[in-house]
């Protein structure tokens, strides 16, 4: 960050000041976005939904990969178009030679969850006009959330300690450290009273959440509750929520999490980053190599909970993946048979180990593979959704409009999964719960009345 001013006085101008939004990347910039926008309302600050009524504008970025990374310049040129005066911050913000290149006005420049940061150039550029009262200025108690009412991120930890080869997220946000956990609990338990019916757990590396600490014991509500993966799904799973876990590296006490699913304490829906098969690409990656394993893991899964999604992302044409690799990677997919998979093609990311190994692969190639891998799990998805007709499911409505509601069942986590149309239930409201009879699929989503 390139300013360090200290907090001004008020100004004598009555006029709230407004703080325009832009949050890209993923969930866990959203969680920063969200964090950033209820300490902005508790100062007083006004919240824009467009850039002319803005006194400056925020723009959290990603920094991933170099599409995103573009992604984020665009937004940045974009703003700075519209309104003028811009504050940078997030994953790319670590970067701020790289933008100033490209956005020398910029006001102001801060990396990953740098909130104080972010708070003092806004302090320093658009200076608070009105004290917070908190009889007017009300704040909700779970906080600002970007997301619908119905559902929300708990972010439970920051950076990560792996050191994939493809992945520069700890050089960006540093290494693993878990919040406490009666903390979360208490985020999460404020979530739950106002009305959120899912909590979307989020992290680096959510099985690792506690490592840092040595998995402490801490406290909620009187009760001491170990700094753990497992200990806290137990108590989230009585909040009475859906609770849905994202970012699951397949450590051993995963398995400990089956019997929690079984007896409905949370979904029975982990998100797994696999990213390849092949012993010797996931060498490569610095990613666990024993793909073995993991399949019987998945049979043992789902031996103990029948209705278990698994969801993944893999990366095709890493540096070094030959043929060969690419056909086991095909074959342990047709045996694993996931619900839900996302791949990507691999790009270089600047400051990524993977860039300096030998043998890359040609464009044409990677896509070539990447067709052929989409190909071959649009037919795994479309036949498991498929067997899914006839069977009762639980819905979460996301939207109502003329043609009836759209919502999500377990197996459907938002943005990324599928939906379950309900076509003609204009009666029904975003955040309900119903229960339904699926009468048709296709490659990705379900149709239910």
């Known amino acids: 960050m390139t300013d360090s001013p200290s907090r001004p006085t008020l100004s004598s101008d009555a006029t709230p000041k407004r703080v325009g939004m832009i949050s890209l990347g993923c969930p866990k910039a959203l969680v920063d976005s969200e964090r950033i926008l209820t300490q902005l309302r508790l100062e007083g600050y006004q919240i824009s939904p467009s850039y002319n009524d803005a006194d400056v504008v925020v723009v959290n970025t990603c920094g991933f990969i170099d599409s ?11 703003a700075l178009k519209e309104n003028g005066k811009v504050i940078v911050t ?3 913000g670590g970067d701020e030679q790289q933008i100033r290149a490209v956005h020398p006005d910029v006001l102001a420049v801060s990396g990953a969850h740098q909130y104080e940061q972010v708070m003092d150039a806004v302090h320093h550029y658009a200076p608070a006009t009105t004290a917070h009262d ?3 200025d009300l704040v909700p108690p779970q906080g600002v959330k970007l997301t619908p009412r119905h559902y929300a991120y708990l972010k439970i930890s920051e950076g990560c300690n792996h050191r994939c080869s493809f992945c520069i997220i700890p050089s960006l946000r540093g290494d693993l450290i878990s919040r406490p956990i009666g903390e979360v609990l208490d985020e999460a338990e404020r979530l739950v009273n106002a009305g959120t019916k899912e909590l979307l757990v989020i992290s680096q590396d959510t099985s690792a959440y506690g490592i840092d600490s040595k998995f402490r014991t801490g406290f909620w509500q009187g009760r001491p509750v170990k700094t753990h993966m497992q200990q806290l799904c137990e108590q989230l799973g009585e909040l009475g929520a859906w609770v849905r876990l994202h970012y699951v590296y397949p450590y051993p006490h995963v398995d400990n999490l089956m019997p929690l699913m079984a007896a409905g304490k949370i979904l029975p829906y982990l998100d797994i980053p696999f990213q390849h098969a092949h012993p010797e690409v996931l060498r490569a990656m610095k990613r666990p190599a024993n793909e073995e394993k993991v ?8 031996r103990e909970v029948p209705d278990i999604t698994l969801r993944s992302t893999f990366i095709v044409g890493f540096p070094g993946e030959s043929d060969a690799h690419f056909d086991y990677l095909l074959e342990w997919l047709r045996e694993a048979q996931l619900d839900r998979v996302g791949c990507f093609k691999y790009e270089a990311v600047a400051g990524a180990p993977a860039n300096a190994l030998a043998d890359p692969v040609a464009e044409e190639v990677k896509q070539e593979r990447w067709e052929r ?10 036949a498991r959704l498929q067997a899914k007709v006839g069977r009762t499911v639980e819905v979460l409505v996301d939207s109502v409009d003329e043609d009836g509601a759209v919502g999500r069942s377990s197996a ?8 379950v149309y309900l076509d003609g239930r204009r009666d029904l409201q975003p955040g309900q719960l119903v229960t339904a009879t699926v009468v048709a699929a296709d490659e990705y989503d379900l149709w239910a009345e």
């Not at 573009?70 to 974009?78: F, N, T, V, Y």
């Not at 399949?295 to 789902?302: A, D, H, M, N, T």
């Not at 891998?373 to 479309?382: D, G, H, V």
Request: net charge negative.
């Open 373 to 382: 891998f989409m190909q071959l799990q649009q037919e795994i998805s479309s």
């Open 90 to 92: 997030g994953c790319m």
């Open 295 to 302: 399949l019987e893991r998945i049979q043992r899964w789902r």
């Open 412 to 419: 459907d986590a938002p943005e990324i999964d599928g939906h």
């Open 134 to 136: 908190p009889y007017l």
């Open 68 to 78: 995103a990374k573009q992604e984020s310049l665009d937004a940045i040129g974009e």
